[in-house]
Structures are given as C-alpha cells and as structure tokens.
C-alpha cells in the first residue's frame, strides 16, 4: 500500500525559508512519478514542482522557479522541497504526491495529465507566509 507523510511546514515572514520532507512507503521514488503540490483556499490543487523517474529531469511551475528545489533521497525514499524566498501567495497546504504507474515526464505529472486518477497523497502540510 503506497503511503506518504509530508513534514517541515509552519510559519514564516516574507522572504523566509522552509525545507518540506515527504517519506514514502509502499513504492519506490526513484520509479515512480513524485512530486510536490499546493492548495490555497478557495483555489484549485497546482503542481509545484516535479521529478522524472524516467531521466531525472525537473519540473517547476514559473512562480517558484529560482526559489524552490525539489530533491530526492533514494536510499530512505524520502522528497525534498527546499522553499527559499518565500511570499504570502506561496501560503497553501503543501502536498506530496506519487504515481507509480504514470509513464510521462513530470511537466505532465505536475500538470495534472491524467487528472491524478492513480496519485496517491499524502496528509499535507501547511506552509503560512505572513508579516
């Protein structure tokens, strides 16, 4: 059974920083799909940013490129978003999120192709940005 626990969320003023942890089990990270998501209230899930199991390859949507790094320990099957230069529009619930069988790059898992019918996901962590 493909479980995932996400961990480092809180509190921060504008410009902080927060390093999220997801540990997965029950799957592999390094085959499949993973991922980290937000959702803020009253807005739609977005994909934050993604990482191929097929090359390696990275994916992050525009509003965080050059402040967030995704990471992956493949050895205690563990993702990793380093979240730097945080702002208030990046205050969302943050999730983790798997699909062992997707078959594309992660600009596609990120995206949504597929409408997550296979993720799994974690609990979620809630990220706060706010003077």
């Known amino acids: 059974q493909v479980q995932l626990v996400e961990s480092g969320g809180g509190s921060v003023p504008p410009g902080g920083s927060l390093t999220l942890s997801c540990v997965g089990s029950g799957f592999r990270m390094d085959a499949s799909a993973v991922g980290w998501f937000r959702q803020a209230p009253g807005k739609a899930r977005e994909g934050v940013s993604c990482?191929?199991?097929?090359?390696?390859?990275?994916y992050y949507t525009r509003s965080v490129k050059d402040r967030f790094t995704i990471s992956r320990d493949n050895a205690g099957n563990r993702l990793y978003l380093q979240m730097n230069d945080l702002k208030p529009e990046d205050t969302a619930v943050y999730y983790c999120g798997t699909d062992p069988s997707f078959r594309y790059g992660p600009y596609y898992f990120c995206e949504g192709y597929g409408q997550h019918a296979t993720t799994s996901w974690g609990q979620g962590t809630q990220v706060t940005v706010s003077s």
């Open positions: 990482i191929s199991h097929l090359d390696g390859s990275l």
